[in-house]
């Protein structure tokens, strides 16, 4: 019975940490705005004690700052929050991806091509929230085939840290295709054992992914957006 009650715990908070990432990413909620821990529990028919587990979590992620004694509200999304990720992720990533190339056995370079392949499908079919999680499966071989454990480390704090940005950035139109064109230029620097262009790539594409949300921020919030990077040719990524 108590082993039933924690997967029931457990499910009810994942349903409410997607739904109010889904809000959040579609724009139901907006910065600055309350999510409110009554109407949560009246929805899902649970006490406060798993609403607010999901809101910590939630702020572990970037989605909601949780204020004492005022509850949870929407955070708001900066262009200096975006500028500083990217920035930091290009080094990081960078560094993992030269040193996977020299290490990448051929089973490891294969299975990244699979996981590339079905990254292909579910970009043609639009399924961005199990495309983020083969995304990010894709991330992760390569990231353990550098064997740093404390690179690999706080790539995943970083990463963990920055959910939203990186769930946005491939919510933006267009974006996981361009993802999957990246992929395959980085699985030939894998292929040639060529650690500085795979360096040179992932630093590339990380300018390209802050460049993208910040423009599609922009339009959401009414600034005018011209020549946009998806609209350019692809082989600039």
Not at 210 to 236: C, F, R, W, Y
């Amino acid at each position: 019975m108590k082993t039933k009650l924690i997967e029931r715990h457990q499910t009810l908070r994942e349903k409410i940490l997607e739904t109010i990432r889904d809000a959040i990413l579609k724009g139901d909620l907006k910065p600055g705005e309350k999510v409110a821990e009554p109407e949560l529990a009246e929805r899902f028919g649970i006490s406060r004690t798993p609403i607010r587990e999901a809101f910590r979590q939630l702020e572990s992620e970037g989605y909601l700052t949780v204020v004492p004694r005022k509850g949870a509200v929407v955070a708001a999304l900066s262009e200096k929050d975006v500028q500083e990720y990217y920035a930091v992720k290009s080094i990081l990533e960078g560094y993992a991806a030269e040193l996977a190339a020299e290490n990448l056995s051929e089973k490891e370079l294969a299975k990244l091509i699979s996981i590339n392949e079905r990254l292909k499908r579910l970009a043609t079919e639009g399924d961005v929230k199990t495309f983020y999680k083969v995304h990010h499966e894709f991330h992760d071989t390569f990231l353990k085939a550098a064997d740093n454990s404390k690179l690999y480390e706080l790539i995943n704090q970083l990463g963990q840290k920055f959910t939203r940005l990186r769930m946005a950035s491939l919510s933006v139109e267009g974006r996981m295709a361009i993802s999957v064109a990246e992929h395959d230029k980085l699985l030939k620097a894998f292929h040639d054992h060529d650690g500085k262009a795979a360096e040179n790539l992932i630093k590339k594409t990380a300018a390209i992914g802050g460049k993208v949300l910040l423009e599609n921020m922009a339009h959401s919030q009414g600034e005018p957006v011209t020549d946009s990077l998806l609209d350019q040719n692809i082989d600039a990524y």
